[in-house]
């Protein structure tokens, strides 16, 4: 099974942004056989689904982070982004790769002064 790893994560002021990145193991025709997903988990609560993107490059957003987070993906690199902008407290949360059965450790995200 391909390991997902993290990074990218850390402390931001309410506004700023960050920028995830989620590498893995997979060869390249894994990688490409499957959309790339974002989830989080803050404390005390499920994880969310945050956003997704196809091989092909058709992304979806959840509610709360559309216009501000975008997913992308280069299939080369076998790695994939989460430019997240205009963060919230509410955005504090590890953030999770998924790629088919596959997940990260996650990376902590924290918005606050």
């Known amino acids: 099974q391909a390991r997902l790893v993290e990074s990218g994560g850390g402390l931001v002021q309410p506004g700023g942004s960050l920028r995830l990145v989620c590498s893995t193991t997979?060869?390249?025709?894994?990688?490409?056989?499957?959309?790339l997903d974002w989830y989080r988990q803050a404390p005390g609560r499920e994880r969310e689904f945050v956003a997704s993107i196809t091989r092909a490059g058709s992304s979806n957003y959840a509610e709360a982070v559309k216009g501000r987070f975008i997913i992308s993906r280069n299939n080369s690199r076998k790695t994939g982004y989460l430019q997240m902008d205009s963060l919230k407290p509410e955005d504090t949360a590890i953030y999770y790769c998924?790629?088919?059965?596959?997940w990260g450790r996650g990376t902590q995200v924290t918005v606050g002064s």
């Open positions: 998924h790629l088919g059965e596959a």
């Open positions: 997979a060869i390249t025709s894994v990688f490409n056989a499957y959309s």
